[in-house]
């Protein structure tokens, strides 16, 4: 479904994203993790067309789009969510999530009823007469996967949709987005929530400092070191394994 090969984002003298590759299957939930600042967003950005690439290239269902415009990539369905929600504040729920229904839809009637299906699908149908300006964090992130959903899309790129969420409603952003990759759209996601992450993806990339440092399964990115080291300092793994094994010299599976 995507494929992308040594892809390369420069801003001034920092390398944001560093010859980064990775490949999302279809029909797969597939996670970027990494720490803060590690150019997570940024491969986004110019995966899905939004910042021009220095190095690299992106395709998407067979075809080279690195360069292609946002509009003309969404087209070939490809969407992403944003970190920073930006619903129309003054337009409805309905409303917001119509406005990428009317691509497909040239009737009004119509891109309404499809809206209404899609606020069912995110739990909002017994709110789409809010508006937007009122949704709490929770909402706005649901009517932000909505609102791309709207689109029918193949591909979902999705940016920490449960940052700001409680432990309840992280619980049902997971059911959610097991139903839309069950309802056949691919998806890739960013997030911060670890349990999340792996209940939810068949492979993880882990990013640090623009590099992609490993990838496995989710059993395999919890016990590496360079994973461990990455998220909590040089020599983290060393120390993790004193304290909580007591046999000695033992050496986990380090990769990198
Ligand atoms: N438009 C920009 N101009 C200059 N530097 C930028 C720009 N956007 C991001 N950066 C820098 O690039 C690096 C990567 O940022 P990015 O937002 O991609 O990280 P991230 O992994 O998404 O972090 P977080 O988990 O905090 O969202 C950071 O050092 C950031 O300050
Ligand atoms: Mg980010």
Redesign the pocket.
Same mark, same amino acid.
């Given at each position: 479904m995507l494929k992308v090969s040594g892809l390369t984002k420069i801003? /001034?003298g &920092?390398r944001?994203v560093d010859d980064a590759s990775l490949v999302v299957p279809e029909g797969r939930i597939v996670a970027l993790i /990494?720490p803060?600042?590690? /150019?997570?967003?940024?491969l986004f950005a110019c995966i899905a067309g939004f910042l021009p690439v220095n190095g690299g290239r992106v395709d998407f269902r067979g075809e080279n789009i690195t360069g292609l415009p946002v509009h003309q990539i969404a087209r070939r369905g490809m969407v992403r969510t944003f970190?920073i929600t930006q619903p129309f504040a003054k337009l409805s729920v309905l409303e917001n999530i119509a406005v990428g229904s009317h691509q497909q839809f040239a009737r009004r009637e119509d891109a309404l009823e499809h809206a209404r299906g899609i606020a069912g699908q995110v739990g909002m149908g017994h709110m789409i007469d809010q508006p937007a300006a009122q949704l709490t964090v929770a909402g706005r992130k649901r009517l932000e996967l909505a609102r791309t959903l709207a689109t029918s899309p193949k591909l979902l790129l999705l940016d920490?949709v449960m940052a700001g969420l409680n432990p309840q409603e992280i619980l049902e952003i997971i059911a959610i987005i097991r139903q839309i990759r069950d309802s056949g759209v691919t998806v890739l996601l960013?997030e911060?929530v670890m349990h999340a992450v792996m209940s939810l993806s068949d492979h993880i990339y882990v &990013?640090s400092y623009g590099k992609v440092i490993a990838e496995g399964k989710p059993q395999e990115i919890v016990t590496n070191r360079a994973v461990i080291e990455a998220y909590l300092g040089r020599g983290a793994a060393d120390q993790m394994a004193q304290m909580t094994d007591t046999s000695p010299a033992s050496e986990g599976s380090a990769h990198a």
């Open positions: 801003f /001034g &920092l944001a /990494g803060n600042g590690a /150019g997570k967003t940024t970190q920490e960013i911060h &990013l």
